[in-house]
């Protein structure tokens, strides 16, 4: 227990120098470009994944993954696409991550299927690293995690991490990816091509711990593409137009994800900062940061800068376009400014908000503020 514990302790505060000291890391190469992505179908081998009644998991992403390869190679001829497996064979989940991280990929994506005893349930949904907010979430997570079981000495890998175990799943969602902010952004990329080009209906975007995840290094997302239990789901997910549509689906958000990195530099973003805030006069915000006494406050922090940002500069110009905007709240620690937006005390009200904010802040993410002070997320959560 002892053990445990300090790993525990461990962990949350790897967790916390993540999120605060690394929350604004940009992908991609020097100069932007994102060059390599690696596709990753689950499963595979002895491993069948969720079953149909008439297919397997591990069938059906694997078909899928094999049309968005060919899409991104035929019309992004610059990308390097690279496959965790392209055949029937069983790819341990650290390896997965250990593929994508070695060819220094720009983006991760899994494929998956889902199955529910519920056959009635339907639809698609992307994940990214981070808090579970609901108990399905940490089904789903503890299902695909479940994989390792097929691993020899799995354990030495996951440092000490049981699929069986309750405590263990609690300490993998208090770690966040680094690049957690640009992943959610993708991933709602996802879902709204999912919408508009396949036809599926959108499930959300949700976070978890999901082990495949866990040691990526670049903004990664896994997709469960529909539900292989439901019987009418399933007809579409089998077929050569169903997957290939799911594929064009994905590779529509891809190419809008791309788009949107390679228009973008971190270096460009600061000296719009600096270029703004020599022009305007400062709006001066007298309301309290936290206007709920001693509560927990969620917001999203849509910017931070070494120097203080003029409220009324252009750099917060779109705020206006974000439905539910409101005010722009600036909070100062450690050197450094943080601009935020929204006000909620419920987590999963804040999350449908942010996905507005990230339309027209990428990066955007969400934080937890007490008395005028950002908190750690996951303490909040909790609570």
Known sequence: MVYKRNKLIYLVFVYYILFFCFPDTFAGDENGKLNTVV??????????????????????????ALNLG?????????????FTRNEDKFIPLHERAEIANRNNADLFISLHAN????????GAETYAMGLYTNEKNLEVAKKENAVITFEKDYSS?????DPNSSES?????????????????????VQDCFAKNANRYNRGVKQAGFLVLWRTTMPSILIEIGYISNPKEEQFLCTADGQMKLAQAIYNAFLEYKNQIESKSAFNKQNLILEDSSKDTPIKDST?????????VFKVQILSSTKQVLLNSGTFKKCKEIKGFTKIYEISSNNSYKYLIGCSRKYNEII???MAVRKFYPNAFIVATKQGKIIPLADAVKR
């Not at 990753?40 to 992403?61: C, F, M, Q, S, Y």
């Not at 060919?70 to 690279?82: A, C, D, R």
């Not at 300490?171 to 902010?181: D, E, K, S, V």
């Not at 309290?288 to 927990?296: F, G, M, Q």
């Open 39 to 64: 596709i990753d179908p689950g499963h595979g081998g002895e491993d069948p994944g969720a079953l149909g009644l008439k297919t397997k998991e591990k069938d059906i992403v694997l078909s899928v």
């Open 70 to 82: 060919k899409l991104i190679n035929e019309k992004q001829k610059e990308v390097k696409v690279i």
């Open 115 to 122: 199955a529910n005893r519920n056959h009635n349930i339907y």
């Open 157 to 161: 890998h996951y440092e000490g991490y």
């Open 169 to 189: 799943f609690i300490i993998f969602t208090l770690i966040q990816n680094t690049y957690q902010a640009q992943s959610l952004e993708f991933a709602g990329i």
């Open 288 to 296: 309290s940061i936290d206007s709920l006494n001693d509560s927990i």
């Open 352 to 354: 449908d908000f942010s």
